[in-house]
């Protein structure tokens, strides 16, 4: 298995310091297509990014998010007096 | 935040509102209190301080963050206390930079294009919960706010006292922690099925 640091390219490694800003959009347009381009040559900056990308994707899962259970609703209402409104549920 | 929620009802106290406010954020706070704690006793305790508190100090409420970053940054609070009252060892505060070798990726198996029933399919599922868990709980909070919880790196920010570069870099320490012990894992399975 190469390490990053064993790499060809002497610039990944300040590259994939820009890759969460790339992800989210908010790197500058320069810094942006310099990047791109190294990704475009690069297939280890790609799998990198393609594997943070599903990553992200993954915790963003329905399955990932479970709703709150109805006796801590229950509990959670009473607690704030709220207990007329129990009935209420939006499920 | 639902726009049909009024923070005009909310702050004369109007308790129709508050309660659809509550169920408004109810299960994304008993999330962010489950993924930082770990268990769920711990979870409700934060949800209910969290609203009780809520309720205390919305009269003070400015409207300088959204309603929804306010939630946050009092649940964040409820769940930073807690730890610190239960793990005094743990360092919450770690503002320091991210060394540069924490950063360096050692895993480059590309296992991106596999179905996402298979990633989230029973061991799968278990690893991403364990390295959500693994993550130190500075990363952590920032990791569950901002890419959970879909918070903006400005609200994240709000939400923890924290200016945005450090949201940044806690970001991207996190995420390529992640990735990293999933792409271990993947390696493993996908050498294992050759």
Redesign the interface.
């Known amino acids: 298995m190469s390490k990053m640091t064993d790499h060809v390219h002497s610039n990944c490694e300040y590259l994939l310091g820009s890759l969460s800003e790339y992800i989210d959009g908010e790197l500058s347009p320069e810094l942006c297509q310099e990047l791109e381009k190294h990704l475009a040559g690069c297939d280890n900056c790609r799998v990198v990014l393609n594997t943070t990308l599903r990553t992200i994707d993954l915790v963003h899962a329905p399955v990932e998010k479970p709703d709150l259970p109805e006796d801590v609703r229950e509990r959670l209402f009473q607690r704030l007096n709220l207990d007329d409104y129990l009935k209420h549920n939006p499920e | 935040m639902p726009s049909e929620i009024s923070l005009q009802a909310l702050i004369a106290g109007d ?2 509102e ?3 406010l ?2 408004a954020y ?2 994304s706070i ?2 962010l209190g489950l993924r930082m704690l770990g268990n ?1 006793q711990d979870a ?1 305790d934060i ?2 301080n969290t ?2 508190s809520a ?1 205390t100090h919305l009269p003070e409420f400015e409207g300088r963050s959204s309603l929804s970053t306010w939630l946050y940054r009092i649940a964040a609070n409820e769940a930073l206390m807690l730890i610190r009252r239960k793990k005094p060892e743990v360092n919450i505060d770690e503002t320091e930079d991210a060394e ?1 070798e924490d ?10 294009a596999l179905p ?1 029933t298979e ?2 399919s029973g061991e799968g ?1 278990q690893i ?1 919960d364990e390295a ?1 868990q693994a993550l130190p709980e500075s990363l952590r909070m920032v990791f569950l706010l901002r ?2 919880e879909g918070l903006s ?1 400005k609200e994240t920010a709000e939400a923890l006292n924290l200016t945005e570069t450090n949201v ?1 870099t806690r ?2 320490r996190a ?2 922690f ?2 990293e012990k ?2 271990s894992y993947h ?1 493993e399975r996908m050498i294992h099925q050759e």
């Open positions: 308790r129709a508050f309660a659809r509550v169920d109810s299960s008993y999330r769920s409700e949800l209910q609203f009780l309720l540069a950063l360096l990726p050692a895993q480059f198996v590309d296992w991106s996402e990633l989230l599922k991403l959500v890419d959970v790196i940044k970001l991207l995420r390529m992640l990735r999933l792409s390696n």
